[in-house]
C-alpha cells in the first residue's frame, strides 16, 4: 500500500476527491459510475481508510435524495465549497448557514416535475373516481353479493387550488386544464405571463376551490400551512392532494376531518413522519395513500443523473451550475 504521504490532500495528487453524504438506508446506487471519474469518499464506506484524512480537503459534496445538511455536517468539511443535492424541495438543507459559508448549493431542479406532476394528477383522479376503493371492492368479493359501488365524481370542471405554481404547480395546472377544469393558485408572488387566477393567500384560494393541490416548498412559513381553517374554507366536498411535504399539513387535524366528514378526501403521497403514516387513514375508502413515491420512475432517475453529472463536473471545471438554489 501506498504511504499515506500520498493522501493529504487532492491538490498535491491531482485527484478530483467526491463527498457523498447519505442516510445509510439510501446506498449508493451511482457508486460504479462515480469512480470513473472521482476518487469518492463515502464516510458510511470504510472499505478504503486511506480516505479518511482528506475529509478536511473536501471540496464538493453529492448529498442523495433527503439527507439532512445541517451546520453541525458542515463542520465536519471546513473546505467545502459546493452541495450538489439530488433531492426534490431543499428543506433538508440549512441554507442560511450554506450562504452564510459562501457554499453553493444545486438541487434537482426540472428533473422530477413532469412525473410529479404526473402523479399529482393521478391521485386526484383516483380520489375522485375512487380507482383503488373500487379495486378494493372487486378483490374483496363485494361486487357480486353487494351489487352496487358507491358513485365517484366527475374530474372536469372542478375548480382546483394550487398551492405553489413553481416547475412542479405549472405543470399540474395546464394537465388539469386540459381536463377542462378552471385552475387558480397561491405564490409566493403572482407570476407574471400566467393566465390561472391568483389569490394572495391560500384561504381565499380554499373559499373558491373543490380541490387543492400542494407543490410548495417546506419553509418556516409554509409549515402546516394547511390546518383546522383551510379546511373549513375547503369544505365538506373539498379534496387535498399533497405531493409537496407532509409537514404542509397539520395531519393530526387532516385526519379528524376526513374521520368527522368534514371534508371529501385526500390523495396523499408525503407525511410528517415518514415512513409512519397514521392508522386512522387506513380504513377511509376516500383517502389515497402512496409511500412518497411521485417522482420515482427510471426516466426521472435518468433526468437527475444527467443534472448531477453535470453539476460535479461544472464545478471542477469551474463552469456555472445548473438548478442552484
Not at 66 to 71: D, G, N, Q, Y
Not at 83 to 95: C, E, N, P, R, S
Not at 173 to 186: D, M, N, P, Q, V
Request: proline share 5%.
Amino acid at each position: 500500500m501506498a504511504s499515506s504521504n500520498q493522501y493529504q490532500s487532492p491538490e498535491t495528487t491531482n485527484l478530483r476527491l467526491l463527498l457523498v453524504h447519505r442516510y445509510p438506508s439510501y446506498g449508493n446506487p451511482f457508486l460504479s459510475k462515480l469512480q470513473t471519474r472521482y476518487r469518492v469518499f463515502d464516510p458510511l464506506d470504510e472499505s478504503d481508510p486511506s480516505l479518511l484524512p482528506l475529509s478536511g480537503s473536501v471540496r464538493v459534496m453529492l448529498c442523495f435524495g433527503l439527507t439532512p445538511v445541517t451546520s453541525e455536517t458542515l463542520d465536519k468539511y471546513p473546505n467545502l465549497e459546493c452541495i450538489v443535492g439530488t433531492g426534490a424541495g431543499y428543506d433538508h438543507f440549512d441554507l442560511a448557514e450554506c450562504r452564510r459559508r459562501g457554499i453553493r448549493v444545486t438541487g434537482a431542479g426540472d428533473s422530477f416535475s413532469e412525473d410529479a406532476a404526473d402523479f399529482a394528477v393521478g391521485l386526484l383522479i383516483d380520489v375522485l373516481r375512487r380507482v383503488s376503493a373500487a379495486d378494493r371492492f372487486v378483490r374483496a368479493g363485494s361486487w357480486p353479493v353487494k351489487g352496487i359501488f358507491p358513485l365517484g365524481s366527475k374530474v372536469g370542471g372542478k375548480r382546483v387550488g394550487i398551492v405553489g405554481l413553481g416547475s412542479i404547480g405549472s405543470r399540474i395546472g395546464k394537465r388539469l386544464e386540459a381536463f377542462g377544469c378552471s385552475i387558480a393558485y397561491t405564490s409566493k408572488r403572482m407570476k407574471p405571463n400566467v393566465s390561472f387566477r391568483f389569490h394572495s393567500n391560500i384561504h381565499d384560494l380554499a373559499i373558491n376551490s373543490d380541490v387543492l393541490i400542494l407543490c410548495c416548498a417546506l419553509t418556516k412559513e409554509t409549515h402546516h400551512l394547511v390546518g383546522k381553517e383551510v379546511l373549513t374554507a375547503l369544505g365538506k366536498e373539498g379534496i387535498v392532494i399533497n405531493v409537496g411535504r407532509g409537514a404542509l399539513i397539520d395531519e393530526e387535524e387532516l385526519v379528524q376531518f376526513l374521520k368527522r366528514g368534514e371534508i371529501g378526501g385526500a390523495g396523499l403521497d408525503v407525511y410528517e413522519n415518514e415512513p409512519h403514516v397514521p392508522k386512522e387513514l387506513f380504513g377511509l375508502d376516500n383517502v389515497v395513500l402512496s409511500p412518497h413515491a411521485a417522482v420515482i420512475t427510471p426516466e426521472s432517475f435518468k433526468a437527475l443523473e444527467e443534472l448531477f453529472t453535470y453539476n460535479l463536473e461544472a464545478f471542477f471545471s469551474n463552469k456555472p451550475l445548473r438548478a442552484q438554489i
